[in-house]
C-alpha cells in the first residue's frame, strides 16, 4: 500500500463517520465567523430552537463591511455610514454576545480580516480542521490544517453538529522547484501557477504546495500561496509542517501552553506527505521561469508576467476561450498585444488576506521609501490586514513611508478586496490591487482591477503604470522576497 | 426544504464561461441578514443598465434588452443553461439563494465551482453536469426554438428534450435522496450525535491542544 498525502493524514485524523453513500462527516476544530456570511446561520439555529454544538471552537470578527478611514473607525460601529452595512455588523456583535463566542470587535486590537487574525492569534494550528463561511479559508491551509470555505447552511451545520458534510477530495501536487528570482514574491508564484493549470485546474482537488521554493517561503508568503488555491478551483491549499510553521505558532495567544507544546510538536512534525505518497495529479512550475506576474483580464487565471503583453483573443483555439477573452478585452479596456508595462493605473490597492501581512507592506514600503505617488494616480491606499499588523508596521515606521510617498494609511478590513465598505473604484479606473480576485465589478461597478504582489502594486502607485520591479534600483525592490 | 419535483421549465440559455458568483450576485446586496428577497438582483449587472443599491425598487430600473433573462421568449425560466465552472469565485450563498428566488430549480452546465455546488444542493436546486458537447447542442436547440422545455426528472437521474431524446446525468445518491425528499442536513447529522461525541472525547484526549481558549 503506497503511503498517505497529507491531506489523506487530516481528513483520517478527522473522520467521525463514513456513510454508505460515499459522504463523510468530518470533525470541525475551528470555525472563524465574520458578518456577512454569519447572520443567516445563527437565525437558522435560532428558528429551529439549536444550540451551538462547541463554543470554544468558535472565533468572530467583523470585516467585510468595516470602514476603514481612520476618522470613522474612531466612532466604532456608529462610524459606519452605511445604514445595511451597520445592521450587518452590530448583528455579528449581537448573534456573538447571545451565545457566547468570542469576538474581536470593531475596534479591538486583534480585529482583522479573518483569514490574517487566525494565524496571527494561533487559533489555527496544524493537524486542525479549519472553517469559514469564506471561499479564502484555503490561507489556513499553510499550516498543515485541512481548511474549507464553507457556505452559510454550512456554517450552521457546523455551529450545531460541529461537523462537516463532506466528501473526500483528489490529491494533487503543486511543486516549485528551484530558487525564486529577486523580486520575485509568492504572490507571483501563486498567479503564475493559477495561470498555468486555470481557475477550475483544482476543481475536486486538495492541493498541496511543495517543493524547494515553496519551502523557503515565509508563513506570510505560504498563506498567500494557499489563499489564492481557490482561484485555482480548489477549495483546499496545503503546505506541510516544517521549522518555518512551528517557529511562527510559537507564543501565540491560541497556541498549546508549554506543558502541551512538545506534545503538539512531535505530533505537527508528522503533517507532511509520506514519500510514497500517491497524487493522482501533478504539476511542477520551475522558480526561475516565474517572473512577476500582472493579471490583464477579468479572472485569474488571465494573467502574463511584466515583461509580456495582453494577447489576442483570436490566438485562442478554443471558441469559447476566444469569446472570454474578447469580453475581457472589452469590459478591461486593454487591446490585444499591449505591453504589460503600458497599462496606466488610476488606483492602487495594498492590502487583502492575500497581501496584508507585516511581510507584505515591508515590502511594499522598500518600494515606496523616499518616492512619491505619481500625480496620474487618484488614490493610492494601504489597508494592514489586522490591528496588531498595523501596531506592528507603525512601530517599525512603515505608516510614515507610505505617508511620505503619498499613499492613505487605514485602518484594517477587507476594504476595496471587494468594496462591500466605502472603498471602492468608479467605472472604467484601472487598480493595481494586490487582492485575489479580478471580477467584473468587484472592485466596485464597472471597476478594472489587475492582480499583482505589494512590490509590483507599490511600484505602480510611483510610475503610474506597471514597472517591472527587478529593474529599480537597487536597494528598492530587489530584495523584495526576503523578509 | 421543498421536495423536488419533477417538472418541465423554460430554458435560458447563459453564453458565457466562468460565471462567478459576484456576477450571479453582487457584493451590494450581501448586506441583507435574510435569506430571501436576493431574486430581483440576480444577475444585477447584467440585466440593469445602472448600477443597483441594496432595497431598492427595481420594477424603476432600466433593463439590458440584450440580456437573456430580460427577453420575453425566456419568461419564467426554471432551467438555467450554462458554460463550464459555473459559480466560481465566493462561497457567498447568496448565489443560489438568488437563483432559487428568481424561479431556477436547475443548473445546467459542463462543470460547475465546488463551494457552489454544495450550496446549490442545500438550497434544493439541482445541478446537472453534461458533457461540452451535449451542452453546445442544448444551447443550438434552445436558440433555434421558442418556448424550449426541459423535462427534469431527478428521480430517474435523466432530462428529457421536447423531441423525447433521454439525457442521464449523475448526481450523488445522498444529494438526490435529500433534494427529492426535501430533507434537512442538520437534522440527518443530529442522528449521529453519539459518534460526534464518542469522536469527540478520543480526539481531545490525543490532542487536546486543539481544544484550548486564548490565554
Ligand atoms: S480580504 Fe477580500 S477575499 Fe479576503 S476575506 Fe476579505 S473580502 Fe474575502
Not at chain 1, 470593531?106 to 480580516?113: H, V
Given at each position: 500500500m503506497s503511503g498517505q498525502t497529507l491531506y489523506d493524514k487530516l481528513w483520517n485524523q478527522h473522520l467521525v463517520k463514513q456513510r454508505d453513500d460515499g459522504t463523510a462527516l468530518i470533525y470541525i476544530d475551528r470555525q472563524l465567523l465574520h458578518e456577512v456570511t454569519s447572520p443567516q446561520a445563527f437565525e437558522g439555529l435560532r428558528l429551529a430552537n439549536r444550540k451551538p454544538w462547541r463554543l470554544d471552537a468558535n472565533l468572530a470578527t467583523p470585516d467585510h463591511n468595516v470602514p476603514t478611514t481612520i476618522k470613522e473607525r474612531a466612532e466604532g460601529n456608529s462610524g459606519i455610514k452605511d445604514p445595511v452595512s451597520l445592521i450587518q455588523v452590530q448583528t455579528l456583535d449581537d448573534n456573538c454576545l447571545e451565545y457566547g463566542i468570542e469576538e474581536f470587535k470593531?475596534?479591538?486590537?486583534?480585529?482583522?480580516?479573518v483569514h490574517v487574525v487566525g494565524p496571527e492569534q494561533g487559533a489555527t494550528l496544524p493537524g486542525m480542521t479549519v472553517v469559514c463561511g469564506d471561499s479564502h479559508t484555503a490561507t489556513h491551509g499553510a499550516f498543515g490544517a485541512l481548511a474549507h470555505g464553507i457556505g452559510t447552511s454550512e456554517v450552521e451545520h457546523v455551529m450545531a453538529t460541529q461537523c462537516l458534510l463532506a466528501q473526500k477530495m483528489k490529491n494533487m501536487q503543486v511543486r516549485v522547484e528551484g530558487e525564486l528570482g529577486l523580486g520575485v514574491t509568492a504572490k507571483d508564484v501563486v498567479l503564475a501557477i493559477i495561470g498555468k493549470i486555470g481557475t477550475a485546474g483544482g476543481t475536486g482537488y486538495a492541493i498541496e504546495f511543495a517543493g524547494s521554493a515553496i519551502a523557503s517561503l515565509s508563513m506570510e508568503g505560504r498563506m498567500t500561496v494557499c489563499n489564492m488555491a481557490i482561484e485555482a478551483g480548489a477549495r483546499v491549499g496545503l503546505i506541510a509542517v516544517d521549522d518555518t510553521t512551528i517557529d511562527y505558532l510559537g507564543k501565540r495567544p491560541f497556541a498549546p501552553t508549554a506543558e502541551q507544546w512538545e506534545a503538539a510538536v512531535a505530533d505537527w512534525r508528522n503533517l507532511v506527505s509520506d514519500a510514497d505518497a500517491q497524487f493522482d495529479k501533478a504539476v511542477t512550475l520551475q522558480a526561475e521561469e516565474i517572473e512577476p506576474q500582472v493579471s490583464w483580464g477579468t479572472s485569474p487565471e488571465m494573467v502574463t508576467g511584466i515583461s509580456g503583453q495582453v494577447p489576442d483573443p483570436f490566438a485562442a483555439l478554443d471558441e469559447t476561450v476566444q469569446r472570454s477573452h474578447t469580453r475581457a478585452l472589452e469590459y478591461m479596456g486593454l487591446q490585444a498585444n499591449q505591453k504589460i508595462t503600458d497599462i496606466k493605473l488610476d488606483k492602487i490597492f495594498i492590502g487583502s488576506c492575500t497581501n496584508s501581512r507585516i511581510e507584505d507592506l515591508r515590502e511594499a514600503a522598500k518600494v515606496a521609501k523616499g518616492k512619491k505617488v505619481a500625480d496620474s494616480i487618484k488614490l493610492a491606499m494601504v489597508v494592514p490586514g489586522s490591528g496588531l499588523v498595523k501596531r506592528q508596521a507603525e512601530a517599525e515606521g512603515l505608516d510614515k513611508i507610505f505617508i511620505e510617498a503619498g499613499f492613505e494609511w487605514r485602518e484594517p478590513g477587507c476594504s476595496m478586496c471587494l468594496a462591500m465598505n466605502a472603498d471602492k473604484l468608479g467605472a472604467g479606473e484601472h487598480c493595481a490591487s494586490t487582492s485575489n480576485r479580478n471580477f467584473e465589478g468587484r472592485q466596485g461597478y464597472g471597476g478594472r482591477t489587475h492582480l499583482v504582489s505589494p512590490a509590483m502594486a507599490a511600484a505602480a502607485a510611483i510610475a503610474g503604470h506597471f514597472v517591472d520591479v527587478r529593474t529599480l534600483p537597487a536597494n528598492d525592490a530587489t530584495h523584495a522576497q526576503e523578509a | 426544504m421543498k421536495k423536488f419535483e419533477r417538472f418541465e421549465g423554460v430554458v435560458a440559455p447563459l453564453d458565457r464561461a466562468n460565471v462567478d458568483t459576484d456576477l450571479i450576485i453582487p457584493k451590494q446586496f450581501l448586506k441583507s441578514i435574510k435569506r430571501t428577497g436576493f431574486g430581483v438582483n440576480l444577475f444585477d449587472e447584467l440585466r440593469y443598465l445602472d448600477e443597483g443599491q441594496p432595497g431598492q425598487d427595481c420594477s424603476q430600473r432600466p433593463l439590458n434588452p440584450d440580456f437573456v433573462l430580460n427577453q420575453p421568449r425566456f419568461k419564467g425560466a426554471e432551467v438555467l443553461l450554462a458554460r463550464r465552472n459555473f459559480g466560481c469565485g465566493s462561497s457567498r450563498e447568496h448565489a443560489p439563494w438568488a437563483l432559487e428566488d428568481f424561479g431556477f430549480k436547475v443548473v445546467i452546465a459542463p462543470s460547475f465551482a465546488d463551494i457552489f455546488y454544495n450550496n446549490s444542493f442545500k438550497n434544493g436546486i439541482l445541478l446537472i453536469t453534461f458533457p461540452e458537447d451535449v451542452v453546445d447542442r442544448l444551447f443550438a436547440e434552445v436558440a433555434a426554438n421558442d418556448g424550449y422545455q426541459l423535462d427534469v426528472d431527478l428521480e430517474h437521474k435523466r432530462v428529457i428534450t421536447p423531441s423525447g431524446e433521454i439525457l442521464e446525468f449523475e448526481v450523488d445518491d445522498f444529494r438526490k435522496h435529500c433534494l427529492l425528499e426535501g430533507l434537512d442536513d442538520i437534522g440527518l447529522t443530529l442522528k449521529d450525535e453519539d459518534a460526534i461525541r464518542a469522536f469527540e472525547q478520543k480526539h481531545k484526549a490525543a490532542r487536546p491542544w486543539l481544544f484550548r481558549q486564548s490565554a
Open positions: 470593531i475596534n479591538d486590537p486583534r480585529q482583522g480580516i | -
